[in-house]
């Protein structure tokens, strides 16, 4: 007996399906398997490899490169990588905050332009979402620059001396972070914003609810799905980014991308710099997890 | 269908191009800055019917991880430092010269026949030979105050905003000799504190970071800089055109002294085309023009008459017996290279 | 429509100009008659001049804009396809999670890893065969694999929205599978087509760290270049370049804008 099922329509058999659906997915998924999961498992591999003489790679299994990441090198213990995978999960997470805060009021202002106007607005952070990286943190140098009002006035405060640019430092990266990822978190929470049901926040104003309480309990809630897609948005690209920091960090300010870019390039360790991707990778899965169970909680709301 | 045939047609346009060109073409990878980028090119074509196209890197590192990475068959002449010349015979990156199409050879200097790490000129031919030193501006910092590296890495001096060199053994090998070390030092404990003081320094708030000798030069000439440790030739070629406000020293306690050779990489797409620009640089008079236009040092003999007489009296360019002796050839360190990098990736990450 | 409190409009009207400083300051300073520093002296048009005359740059333009267009096609087709395979069969529940697992991977990773992985395996691929040297194909292969899952989830959302309706009448009306997918189906997901290819191709013009990573002597594209030249010293060419770049973006925007919004 062949089991017939009816299936948007047409009278087949499930393998008949199967046979079809593999002949769609196949292309696609081999693609993804041939240059994204194996190359992953490849890399995985290589972070137990080791680095010769000559920066050349050697396929003999050590658990160096892990111990050295956890701050075992050859100077003694140093807790200078975890510090930087550390201080990239920092940045990152002041950026995010510092986006979200600055979205909201963004967003609302969208919402409260007339319909036909909205469209301009959208268009006007979209615009600079598209923008290149390299040319959107670069064209940070000139507003940071000696001769600018910015270096001049943090100059005059002592904080930096005298006729020098107000880069590289960690102002500088923070600046261009979030000038970055800002629109990440623009656009998702306007997408949320716009939906948002102002009769529930009339409600608790009505209610003699603080503006605070106001906002936690009657916009924060309804506003959660386009948040947490901001949030992930920027929070996991921001952790590897490596542009910003190298241009406006210079070697001052070291995060993990630009790490693992040296290791890929300058220092010819590739074994060292896939271990400190694994670490990167694990980071990335920690903050998935926490956006995978919040976003279960949204369900409910 | 129609899109696979347009996808069929770009992805030939775009490859069928380039090989077409390779007969005629050559690929070098150079520093940035060594040569008149626009005009020596185009000479070289005119002189034989080759076009050249140009890749830049700033550092022996850089153009190490590039060639490992699979530039081996993609470039026809790579310019390495002397002491990385060990890595690339050891892992048959670069290939022997064919001396018979490189007649030009007689010109180079004896010195420059017999080096240690290339006796014979089996692999290289001698490009350009200098010195890394301290760029300064005059109208921010006096002459008597840079005479010595301390005006870097002593945190009671303040030479205005100032600019350290992206380059392992180069920077490594100044601060070892602040600190009384060796240049070539491999041990732990002096690394070690050659990669603090250089953590120490690079926290300053006037110190801009790691770059490139051109980007560390670039930035002392637009005054973003006071000060910046570059490559001597990049230093003079900006003093040219701005004496009174630039100037360049070899700090009195020492350091690198360089020669950069051309090299034909393993598998390169054009070695005939190769061997030509090697033999053509060596000419007398367009080494000369080479030299006079770098500001750096020709180990070319038969170019001496043809230099510039200022740069031949310049002890930036050609320094003077006392200088020499402070200066320092980097060597090869074999398999210890890897203590030294990373001491480095320490500098740099913390 | 609600009038909205000043200091929401002040904070909204600061973070926008926060948002276009970076862009204004190129774009004035593209104009601007200095070679070094910032001083302000007199408007030219030099710089654009001179940027039609380098050839690196007319070459690295070209560059960015096969690999957009290649990827694009090949990665719109791939997702497409993919996109379908996923959403209108049957697959049981693990089978549906894994194949969204991998999907999801490109989009959520920090893409340095991506591009290390990328790095890593062509290394070891160029051993088997010359095709994988560092260039355009390599590249290309690169931007391909990150677009593919962008175009697949904008495809199957799309496909979801369609829902089962149409298909079944369709076939209800003895209509063969080909026939369904040419004129019913695909049609129908005409707009997500567009719409993922257009994100692909935006996505790859933009994109810089797989391409760092993967591009070889030949093929280095607009965001790398700009990238080389700004480590070495930034020049006012540089900054009409970008001020360029950034009305072309501006001028796919629009366009983009206008043709989904019919």
């Not at chain 1, 050349?56 to 003694?76: C, D, H, I, P, Q």
């Not at chain 1, 104003?205 to 009657?218: E, G, N, P």
């Not at chain 2, 530039?71 to 670069?94: A, R, T, W």
């Not at chain 3, 904008?154 to 076939?171: K, Y």
Request: aromatic fraction near 12%; glycine fraction near 6%.
């Amino acid at each position: 007996m062949i089991k017939l099922l009816v299936w948007y329509g047409e009278l087949t058999t499930r393998k008949n399906l199967a046979k079809r659906g593999l002949l769609f997915l196949g292309a696609g998924m081999l693609w993804l398997m041939v240059f994204l999961v194996l190359p992953g498992l490849v890399l995985i591999g290589v972070s137990f490899a080791t680095r010769g003489a000559y920066g050349e790679l050697v396929w003999e299994f050590t658990l160096e490169n892990y111990k050295r990441m956890a701050g075992f090198s050859l100077f003694g213990w140093t807790a200078d990588y975890i510090m930087i995978l550390w201080r990239s999960v920092w940045v990152a997470f002041v950026t995010t905050l510092i986006s979200v805060v600055l979205s909201y009021p963004l967003s609302f202002f969208i919402c409260a332009r007339p319909e036909r106007t909205r469209y301009f607005w959208l268009t006007l952070v979209i615009i600079p979402f598209w923008t290149n990286m390299v040319i959107r943190t670069y064209a940070w140098f000139l507003i940071l620059a000696p001769e600018l009002p910015l270096a001049k006035i943090a100059a005059f405060f002592g904080l930096i001396p005298q006729s020098a640019p107000l880069y590289p430092n960690a102002f500088a990266v923070y600046l261009g972070m979030v000038s970055m990822f800002l629109p990440f978190v623009t656009l998702p929470l306007y997408a949320s914003v716009e939906r948002l049901d102002w009769a529930l926040v009339e409600a608790a104003q009505d209610l003699y609810a603080s503006k605070v309480r106001v906002f936690t309990q009657a916009i924060l809630p309804q506003t959660m799905p386009g948040l947490s897609v901001g949030i992930i948005l920027t929070f996991v690209p921001a952790m590897g980014m490596f542009v910003v920091p190298d241009l406006l960090g210079g070697a001052k300010y070291m995060l993990v991308g630009n790490l693992i870019q040296q290791q890929f390039g300058a220092s010819r360790d590739w074994p060292f710099g896939a271990a400190i991707s694994m670490g990167l990778m694990v980071l990335t899965m920690i903050s998935l997890q926490l956006y995978r169970r919040r976003s279960k909680e949204i369900e409910f709301v | 269908m129609k899109k696979l045939f347009l996808v069929w047609g770009i992805l030939s346009i775009v490859f069928g191009g380039t090989a077409f060109g390779a007969e005629k073409e050559l690929k070098i990878f150079i520093w940035s800055e060594y040569m008149d980028e626009e005009n020596m090119p185009k000479e070289f074509e005119n002189a034989t019917g080759i076009k050249v196209r140009l890749d830049l890197y700033e550092s022996n590192e850089e153009m190490m991880a590039k060639l490992q990475a699979g530039g081996v068959s993609q470039y026809d002449i790579i310019v390495p430092s002397d002491y990385i010349m060990p890595s690339l015979i050891n892992l048959k990156l670069i290939q022997p010269l064919d001396h018979s199409k490189i007649p030009n050879l007689k010109n180079l200097g004896a010195k420059f026949k017999e080096t240690s790490f290339d006796p014979g000129n089996k692999y290289a031919v001698g490009w350009q030979w200098g010195t890394v030193g301290l760029m300064y501006r005059k109208d921010r910092i006096r002459d008597a105050d840079v005479q010595s590296w301390a005006i870097i890495f002593d945190p009671e001096k303040d030479p205005g905003p100032f600019a350290l060199i992206d380059s392992v053994r180069e920077m490594m090998g100044i601060a070892l000799l602040y600190l009384g070390y060796d240049f070539n030092s491999i041990e732990p404990k002096e690394l070690k504190a050659a990669a603090d003081l250089l953590i120490q320094t690079k926290k300053r708030n006037t110190c801009l970071g790691f770059k490139g000798g051109v980007g560390g030069k670039n930035d002392v000439v637009a005054g973003a800089a006071a000060a910046a440790i570059v490559y001597n030739g990049d230093a003079i070629q900006a003093i040219a055109e701005d004496p009174k406000n630039l100037g360049f020293v070899v700090p009195k306690e020492g350091s690198e002294i360089w020669l950069d050779s051309m090299c034909i990489p393993a598998e390169a797409p054009n070695p005939d085309a190769a061997h030509k620009w090697i033999n053509w640089i060596l000419d007398p008079k367009v080494n000369a023009s080479l030299t006079n236009y770098n500001h750096f040092a020709t180990p070319n003999e038969a170019a001496m008459p043809y230099l510039d007489k200022e740069d031949l009296e310049n002890p930036g360019v050609w320094p003077t017996p006392e200088i020499m002796k402070t200066l320092v050839f980097t060597k090869d360190l074999g398999k210890d290279n890897r203590i030294m990098d990373e001491a480095w990736t320490r500098a740099k990450s913390h | 429509m609600r009038k909205s409190h000043p200091l929401i409009i002040a904070v909204a009207m600061f973070t926008l100009g926060f948002l276009y400083l970076p862009l204004v300051a190129v774009a004035v300073f593209s104009v601007n008659a200095t070679r070094y520093g910032l001083v302000w002296r007199g408007f030219t048009l030099d710089w654009y001049l001179k940027l039609c005359q380098n050839e690196f740059i007319l070459n690295a333009a070209w560059n960015t804009l096969v690999l957009a267009v290649v990827s694009t096609v090949a990665a719109t087709i791939l997702g497409t396809v993919l996109a379908i395979g996923m959403d209108r069969f049957p697959w049981g529940r693990k089978a549906n999670t894994s194949l969204d697992l991998v999907l999801h991977i490109p989009v959520v990773i920090p893409d340095i890893i991506l591009a290390a992985a990328l790095v890593v395996a062509f290394g070891l691929l160029r051993v088997v065969s010359s095709l994988f040297e560092p260039g355009l194909l390599n590249m290309i292969i690169g931007h391909i694999t990150f677009q593919i899952s962008f175009v697949a989830l904008v495809v199957r959302s799309r496909l979801v929205s369609i829902g089962r309706d149409v298909e079944e009448v369709a076939r209800d009306l003895f209509a063969s599978t080909p026939y369904v997918l040419r004129r019913v189906t695909i049609p129908l997901l005409l707009p997500g087509i567009v719409a993922g290819a257009m994100l692909a191709f935006t996505l790859s013009l933009d994109d810089f760290v797989i391409s760092f990573f993967t591009a070889g002597p030949e093929s280095v594209t607009l965001p790398l270049f700009i990238f080389a030249a700004v480590r070495r010293g930034v020049t006012p060419q540089i900054h009409a370049l970008s001020t360029l770049v950034v009305l072309i973006t501006v001028i796919l925007i629009v366009g983009m804008e206008r043709f989904t919004r019919k």
